[in-house]
Every structure is written in structure tokens, then in C-alpha cells.
């Protein structure tokens, strides 16, 4: 009962914040230059006053300020988040349409640089100067220093143009024949530089910091207390250790889980990634403002979903956190 | 009768950062089976890390055994093997810690924590290891076991944990139970209670007892010898009975007079509380030849501060480490 | 019965020898060698920035020479790019505007920040509560996104880029700044302070924000670097001033001519990678002189 209770204060609590999203993409779009008007008389190329009026008074832009605000998020529950005159489609469908190339990165992204990130952490905790915690120390400077869009390029040079080991851009290649087998792997072929590219950041954060909580936890009573009844080292540490060293881990995961979306639309961008990044990129040349806001909310959107999975996870970890509500 | 655990001249070493200090300095004792030993000391004279040596659980990289041997029915264990030793830990000598608060692993039940150890050293099955986890529990004296097992320690109280402790160390009925400072972190009424459990639990699995304390009315009540440490050094030893009516060191009279009518009758007019000024030497002076206690001693001449002193013999077992022993009883 | 002495004490006053805490944390910072290292670049990042322009004069966007031409030929120390222009020129000229946004962006970060930790963690409560709550809104908006609406909506200008960094990468710094507050106000002078009446604003500024500095002064440089790695990737992405150049910049423009030549983006890239390493060492050695903790060791 408590447990199905916290799960539905935390789930009012992720529509409260996807409303406050609406509410902040409406007062930008109203603020910015320009309407939606504007953008359709561009596109049929020019447009009098009085076309423009009746433009205005058909998408109810003479409405005062919050009726206007609530025909918008009224739309939104109704999966309508305007029109893309610039693709010619709903912006819903337009970004169904990328999201799953986007969830394929960022999903494969995190899940690789967590698991990789807890085996480097516990190996360098445990041999403190050896030489996977020498990598970590280097890896972190490097994760933090080099921006994901240089890293991807540098990538790119090296495995794709000099070694030819991986395509350099897309998704997939259009002649691949041969069922879904092949066609996944194909996807998996692309997917590998920029999935690395991702990775590459978030390795280098979750490695230290899966190190510094292995660090002490190596250190507690606890784990004084499991040497103490016998076990032997491997069960003192994947055992004893490991289940309490993950938490901060996927704590932080969760916590960054916005910025490797973030992350994603330079990496997109850089591999023609078809995914909500470089539609955003184009849309955002194309001053495409509905598709861009679409966007935005959607993101916002997978980071919520995420913040719930993240407690979840938590919760199976720390029966503390299970009993703190 | 041979002895359970027989100690000689330990030298424990602890890398610091002015150099090598000896924690332990030329150690020697012997515990036989069904008794209880107390070690008595401040903190910091190097109670816990003879428990720990004797456990093989000295801190890697910082402490380690420098010297003498630490014999268990006849087997050194300073120098056995570590899958050795994790086949005794847990199995013939257990051990019980300080911080019942933060001892117990906090991500697994308490009743996995306890039939983790039956498995590991008895064999036992998962669910024969479980239900003797409950009878343990019970055993412990925990209200309803059948449905406290699958609680977390973050649901039970100091006392408690300290408790679930108790039942891991004597899960498979071990020749020795080493307790350090067990009762520290606990309330005053608590602590009486688990002194209480140990005691009957001990004494129904034949455990010997290794009392750590710093409490000399539990040394009174639970032990038949005792162990004064001071700075990594044995100060005084012998029978508790007559320590404790007749000590010899200073350092053992300052403890007894720390306590309040300790042997007095309630009725008796108190004497007034004394304590012992000052603190331990710091551990970088722990090496010198001299007797460590004369910079508080206000009995001590040139020869303590020139000289360790040998152990002297005041027959019955009891042996005081001081130069002046015999003029200040 | 017994009365025992005190220990004698010689080596207490040697240990507390009177020294001025800058004096303490700048000699600590002295003594590590890579936090030297990295502040020594720092500095010469920020002399070019101020007088490379002056020292190496050109228009940025001029072609200069034949396109692609590989670094050192014909006197050009770093090449050409595809429209023929100095890469040198171009680096040192972008050298400023990545620097100035990112020391602005990291300020306006930092302000916002402070003032929502300050105020949330001082006065408890709903205010907390509610403050924490919008510091959440923003962490569920991914930044990069944010800032590129807020860029393709009002306008890529220099201050509109800024204030798009500022404005989606304070909630570390609220955070951190929330949680020192929580911490002091608890201090006996700070209850000191509020029983003789000082008034509010004088105690979160006066009292207890100087006591809080040590985390937001390593929180911070480690904003200046990630704010210019963040103009880095709007620029990247062609989000910026077409009037200016700046390292991001620059790559985004060359990235299709990777095949040509790979040393117009990777040169670029290193001088950001070096910049915002050389910063985050000086963050690391200011956080070990900073933390009472670590100096013992």
C-alpha cells in the first residue's frame, strides 16, 4: 500500500512538471518574434494584412494570453502538438517518428557506460594503484574536458575514414537485405561510434564515481563484519560491497540523464543520427518553432520517464529508500 | 587442560605518518575453553587490534603482525593461509563490534545476513539455514522472529542490531567469541541486557569469551581474568578478583578509582570520583624504553623514565608491569 | 588515593603557527604540481584572449591563402581552413569570445545559483521547498535543447547566448549553495547573529555566504569550464553571433571538409579540450586547498 502510494505522489508529481514544461514552451513561443502567422505566410510565400488577420483569428491568436495557453495544453493532452509547415506533418508524428533513434543512443549509451563504469570502478577501488584506476584518473579528466562533438569527429577520423571499420553516418544502409537479423545488425554497426561518443562522457563520471563509493564502502563495518564471518573475498565484495557502492551510481544516472539527451544532439548531429537531435538541429535552421518546442517537451518527457525508472531501480537496491516514504 | 588460544609475545606494527609504531608490543596470553578474558584500557591502546590480529583482519597495507605468534589449538594463525582463516572466521572464533549501528550490511534482510554464515561454514541449506536463522533470533531474544527475519537493520534499534550481531557470531556455536566493546554504543539499560545475553549464550555453547571494555563493572561481573593495556603494552594481568581488590600498577588503580563504589556497599558514603588526567602517549613515542605511564604517574622516578619494566610476579597469576609495584600497594 | 599528571605538551604550539587562510590555501595550491600546471595555461588562454588580437592583427574572416593549405606552409603556423583563412587568426580571435562567454555565462551561473541556494537553504520552509521544486523543473529540461530554443527563438546575440547558459546551468550551484546553508545556519554565530537582530539579508550575505565560499568557488571554475564547452557546442551546432568567430564555431564550419583536411577541426577542438582540462585541474587543486579534510594528509 505505501509502496503503491509514493508511486502516485511521484507520478502526479511528473504531470505537474510536464505542465510547468507547457506552460514555460507556450510563454516562449508567445514572447518570441514572430507567430505562427508569420510563419505560414513565409511559407506560402508572402501574405496581405488581411489574409494575415484571418490566419491570426483561425489559430485564435487574438485570445487573450492564458485561453490561448489553455487551448495549447487542452491540444497537448490530445497528442496534438501543432503542425511542422516546414515538414508538412504534425509535430507529433514527426518526432515518433525519430524517437525511437534517439532512445537507442541515449538508452545504449547509459546502460554501457554504467556497467562499464561500475566493473572500472570496482577494479580500480580494489587496487587503488593499479592500472585500470590510473585509466579512471585520465579517463575523468578527459570525459570532463573534451567536448562530445570534438571526441565524435576525432572518432570518426580514426575507426571510419582511416581504418574503415564503421560506416560514417545514418542509421542504417539501405541495401541491407537479408530479414531483421541482418538489419539489426546493421543498426548495431552504425550505432557503435556514436553510442562510443556518448559513452565517453558518462564512463569517465560513473567510473569515479563507482570508485570513490566502492572506495568506501570497502572501508565500512559492514564489510568488516562479512570478512569477519568467513566469506571470501570475491563474495565480501560483488556480495556485500557492490549492492551498496551502485546507489550513488544510479542516483547519478538518473541526475544526468538530462544532459546525455543533451549530449545526444551534438552526437547526432555529428553521425546524421536520424533521431530527435538532428531534428532538432534542422528545425532549428529551418526556425521551425513548433517542431522545436515539440521537441523540447518530448525530451522532457523521456527525462521524467527516466526519473521514475531511476527510483524504481533504487528502490529494488536500498530497501532504506523503499521504506523512506 | 591446553589452552583454546595462546598468544606469545605479539608485535603488532602500524605504518603512521612519522614512521612505524608498535600498536602491540610483546604481547603474551592464554585463554582456555569456557572462560572469559576482559582487556581493560582507554581507547587507543591497542585493545581492538589484538582482537583484530587474532582474526586476521589487521587493516591491509597499514597494520600487520611484526613478530610472536598467535596459536589456535596448536595452529599459528599469524601465519595461516587466508582461505584458512576464512574457513576459522566465522566458524571457531567470531567476533562482535563496536557500531552495532552501522555493522550490519543495510541492503540485505537480517535473516539473510544470519543464514549466510551457517551456509558458508555448516553447510546448511537455504531454507535449513533460515529457519535455524529464527531459532537464533528467538535465541537472542528478539519478540516474534517468525516475522522479524526478513526485516532490514534500518528497521531495529541499536540494541537490536547488537543483538542480530550476537546470533551471526554464535550462529556455529564457536570455540571463541571475541567481543569489542559490544555495549559502547548502546544505552545504559540496554547494555546490561546484552552483557546478560552473552554471558548465558556463552555459557550454553561452551564459547570462550574475549571481553574488550573499558567498563570495569563488566570486567566484575562477566570475567574470571583481565588484561590492563596501556599504550600497545600489557600493564597488569591476573585474576579479576584480585585485580580488582588489590591492584598494583597505578595505571589499574586510576581505572578502579574511575569507577564509582565499584566492591562498596550503596549504603557506604561514596568517595569522591577521581579520574586520570592527561591522554595516551601519541603513537610515534610508543616504541621508547621507558615505561610509557610516567609522564602520568605521579609515582614515577628516573628508572621509569629510563626503562621499560620487566613484568613482576605478585603470585596467583597476577603480574604488574611497573617498577614501583611493590612499594604502592 | 592515586592522582595523576597531565601529559607534557611541546609540539602543540609548532603545529598552529599563525598564518592567514589565503596565505594558507594559495601555499597549499602551490604545492600541487598539476593545479600549477593548469593554472599556468589558464593564463596564457586568458593572455591571448586579451592581447592576441592586438598582438596577432587581422581580419578573421579573411582569405589569406589558398584553401586547405597544410599547417606551416607558407608561413601560416596552423594552415588554412576551407575558405582560405588563418587558422591562427581565427584561434586567437575565438580564444576571446569563448573565454568572455564563458566567464560570463559562469558568473550570471553562479549568481542565480547562489541567490536561490542562499535563499532556499536560509529560510526552510515552503520557500525551500518551492525554490527546490523550480531548481527540478530545470534539471528535467536537458540544457543543451533549452538554450538552443531559447537561441533560435530570441536571437543568437552574445548576451542572448550567455543568458541562454546562464539560465539552464545554475541548479548544481543552487544545490550546492542550499546545502552549505543548511549546514551554517545552524552554527552557534549564526544564531549569535539572528538573536541580536541582524536583519536577514545582512546574515545570509555577511554571516554565513563568506563561510559558504570554499564548495561554490570550486563549483564555480568548474562552471567556467563547462560553459565554454556549452558555447562551444552551440556554436558547433551554428547557434552563435555569424559576426564573431569562436573555437565551436570554427569546427562546425569545417566539419564537412574532415576528409580534406582533419586538422581544422581537431586543432580547435584541442584548444577547447586544453582550455576546460587546464580549468578543471585548477578546480581539483582548489578543492584539495579548500577542504580542511584533505589537508591533513
Known amino acids: ?141 578527459f570525459g570532463y574536458a573534451a567536448p562530445v562533438f570534438w571526441t565524435g569527429i576525432l572518432f570518426l577520423i580514426l575507426f571510419s575514414l582511416k581504418l574503415g571499420w564503421f560506416p560514417t553516418s545514418g542509421m542504417r544502409d539501405v541495401t541491407t537485405t537479408g530479414g531483421w537479423f541482418a538489419e539489426a545488425l546493421d543498426i548495431a554497426h552504425h550505432a557503435v561510434l556514436p553510442v562510443f561518443t556518448l559513452c565517453s562522457i558518462y ?30 573475498a570475491s563474495q565480501v565484495v560483488y556480495k556485500h560491497a557492490l549492492k551498496n557502492a551502485v546507489s550513488p551510481v544510479i542516483t547519478l544516472a538518473g541526475l544526468q540523464l538530462s544532459a ?66 | 587442560m591446553p589452552a583454546l588460544l595462546k598468544v606469545e609475545n605479539l608485535r603488532i606494527e602500524l605504518n603512521t605518518r612519522d614512521g612505524i609504531s608498535p600498536v602491540i608490543d610483546n604481547l603474551s596470553l592464554e585463554l582456555y575453553p569456557g572462560e572469559t578474558l ?39 594463525l599469524a601465519t595461516a593461509s587466508n582461505e584458512r582463516l576464512n574457513e576459522i572466521r566465522g566458524n571457531d572464533i567470531s567476533m562482535i563490534f563496536q557500531e552495532p549501528m552501522t555493522s550490519l ?36 531474544r528478539i519478540p ?12 531495529m534499534s541499536g540494541g537490536q542490531r547488537q543483538r542480530v550481531m550476537i546470533a551471526i557470531a554464535l550462529a556455529c556455536e564457536p570455540k571463541i567469541l571475541i567481543a569489542d566493546e559490544p555495549t559502547t554504543a548502546l544505552d545504559v539499560t540496554v547494555q546490561a541486557q546484552i552483557f546478560d545475553l552473552m554471558r ?103 628508572l621509569c623514565r629510563s626503562q621499560r619494566p620487566p613484568g613482576f610476579d605478585f603470585g596467583d597469576d597476577q603480574i604488574a608491569a611497573c617498577w614501583r609495584a611493590g612499594e604502592i600497594h | 588515593m592515586s592522582k595523576l599528571k597531565p601529559p607534557i605538551s611541546g609540539q602543540l604550539e609548532e603545529e598552529f603557527k599563525a598564518q592567514s587562510p589565503m596565505m594558507e590555501v594559495w601555499s597549499m595550491f602551490c604545492r600541487n604540481i598539476t593545479a600549477m600546471i593548469g593554472l599556468v595555461i589558464v593564463l596564457i588562454v586568458l593572455f591571448a584572449a586579451i592581447f592576441g588580437p592586438t598582438l596577432y592583427p587581422g581580419d578573421p574572416f579573411e582569405m589569406v591563402w589558398a584553401p586547405f593549405s597544410r599547417p606551416g606552409e607558407e608561413g601560416y603556423l596552423l594552415g588554412t581552413d576551407y575558405l582560405g583563412r588563418d587558422l591562427t587568426t581565427l584561434l586567437v580571435h575565438g580564444a576571446r569570445v569563448s573565454i568572455l562567454i564563458g566567464l560570463s555565462a559562469a558568473l550570471l551561473t553562479v549568481l542565480i545559483g ?39 527563438l530570441f536571437g543568437a546575440s552574445l548576451p542572448m547566448i550567455t543568458f541562454a547558459i546562464g539560465v539552464v546551468s545554475w541548479p548544481p550551484v543552487a544545490r550546492v549553495t542550499r546545502a552549505e546553508f543548511l549546514r551554517i545556519r545552524e552554527l552557534e554565530y549564526v544564531t549569535a547573529a539572528r538573536a541580536s537582530g541582524v536583519s536577514n539579508f545582512k546574515i545570509i550575505f555577511r554571516t554565513i555566504l563568506p563561510n559558504a565560499l570554499p564548495p561554490i568557488i570550486v563549483q564555480a571554475a568548474l562552471m567556467v569550464g563547462s560553459a565554454i564547452l556549452f558555447e562551444a557546442g552551440l556554436s558547433f551546432l551554428g547557434l552563435t553571433d555569424p559576426n564573431v568567430v569562436s573555437w565551436g564555431q570554427i569546427i562546425g564550419s569545417n566539419r564537412q571538409y574532415i576528409l580534406d583536411s582533419s586538422y581544422t577541426v581537431t586543432i580547435p577542438g584541442l584548444a577547447i579540450f586544453i582550455t576546460v582540462l587546464a580549468i578543471s585541474l585548477v578546480g581539483d587543486g582548489l578543492n584539495d586547498a579548500l577542504n580542511p579534510k584533505l589537508r591533513k594528509r
Not at chain 1, 208 to 224: A, N, P
Not at chain 1, 277 to 300: E, K
Request: hydrophobic letters at 45%.
Open chain 1, 1 to 141: 500500500m505505501a509502496i503503491l502510494r509514493a508511486t502516485a505522489t511521484r507520478v502526479v508529481y511528473a504531470v505537474i512538471l510536464l505542465l510547468a514544461v507547457l506552460v514555460l514552451n507556450f510563454t516562449m513561443m508567445h514572447m518570441a518574434p514572430g507567430d505562427v502567422a508569420d510563419t505560414i505566410a513565409q511559407s506560402m510565400g508572402g501574405a496581405d494584412a488581411e489574409i494575415m488577420e484571418q490566419i491570426r483569428k483561425d489559430y485564435g491568436l487574438d485570445q487573450p494570453f492564458p485561453v490561448q495557453l489553455g487551448t495549447y495544453i487542452g491540444k497537448v493532452v490530445h497528442f496534438d502538438l501543432g503542425y511542422s509547415f516546414f515538414y508538412n506533418q504534425p509535430v507529433v508524428k514527426l518526432i515518433l517518428e525519430r524517437l525511437p533513434a534517439t532512445l537507442l543512443l541515449v538508452i545504449s549509451a547509459q546502460l554501457i557506460a554504467i556497467i562499464l563504469g561500475v566493473v572500472l570502478g570496482v577494479i580500480s577501488a580494489r587496487n587503488p594503484n593499479g592500472l585500470a584506476s590510473h585509466f579512471v584518473t585520465g579517463l575523468a579528466l
Open chain 1, 203 to 232: 564512463l569517465a563520471l560513473y567510473s569515479r564515481t563507482c570508485r570513490s563509493s566502492m572506495l568506501e564502502v570497502l572501508g565500512s563495518d559492514y564489510v568488516r563484519t562479512a570478512k569477519a564471518k568467513g566469506l571470501s
Open chain 1, 260 to 325: 546525455v539527451i543533451s549530449g545526444a544532439v551534438l552526437v547526432e548531429t555529428v553521425f546524421s543520427w536520424p533521431g530527435l537531435g538532428t531534428l532538432a538541429f534542422q528545425s532549428i535552421i529551418a526556425r521551425d518553432t513548433p517542431t522545436i518546442l515539440g521537441i523540447l517537451f518530448f525530451s522532457a518527457l523521456v527525462v521524467i520517464v527516466g526519473n521514475l525508472l531511476t527510483d524504481l531501480a533504487l528502490r529494488i537496491v536500498d530497501p532504506r529508500v523503499r521504506s523512506k516514504q
Open chain 2, 38 to 76: 576482559s582487556f581493560v584500557g582507554e581507547s587507543g591502546c591497542g585493545k581492538s587490534m589484538t582482537a583484530l590480529a587474532i582474526m586476521g583482519l589487521l587493516p591491509d597495507k597499514v597494520g600487520r603482525v611484526a613478530g610472536g605468534r598467535i596459536l589456535f589449538n596448536g595452529e599459528n
Open chain 2, 105 to 140: 550490511n543495510p541492503v540485505y534482510s537480517i535473516g539473510e545476513q544470519i543464514a549466510e554464515v551457517l551456509r558458508r561454514h555448516q553447510a546448511l541449506s537455504n531454507k535449513a539455514a533460515w529457519s535455524k536463522a529464527i531459532e537464533l533470533l528467538d535465541a537472542v
Open chain 2, 144 to 155: 516474534d522472529p517468525q516475522s522479524r527475519v526478513s526485516d532490514y537493520p534500518h528497521q
Open chain 2, 200 to 302: 548465558d549464550l556463552g555459557r550454553q555453547s561452551g564459547s570462550a569469551i574475549i571481553l574488550i571494555t573499558h567498563d570495569m563493572g563488566a570486567v566484575a561481573e562477566m570475567a574470571e581474568h583481565m588484561i590492563v593495556m596501556y599504550a600497545g603494552r600489557k600493564a597488569e594481568s591476573g585474576p579479576v578478583q584480585k585485580v580488582i581488590e588489590s591492584p598494583r600498577h597505578p595505571y589499574t588503580q586510576g581505572l578502579i578509582n574511575c569507577v564509582p563504589h565499584l566492591l562498596a556497599e550503596l549504603t557506604e558514603e561514596r568517595p569522591q570520583l577521581a579520574e586520570i588526567d592527561g591522554i595516551v602517549p601519541s603513537l610515534k613515542d610508543f616504541g621508547r624504553d621507558e615505561c610509557l605511564f610516567a609522564s602520568r604517574c605521579e609515582f614515577a622516578d628516573t
Open chain 3, 114 to 152: 547562489i541567490t536561490v541556494g542562499a535563499v532556499a537553504g536560509y529560510y526552510k520552509g515552503w520557500v525551500e521547498e518551492l525554490l527546490m521544486r523550480i531548481t527540478e523543473f530545470f534539471q528535467v529540461l536537458p540544457t543543451l535543447l533549452f538554450s538552443m530554443v531559447i537561441v533560435a
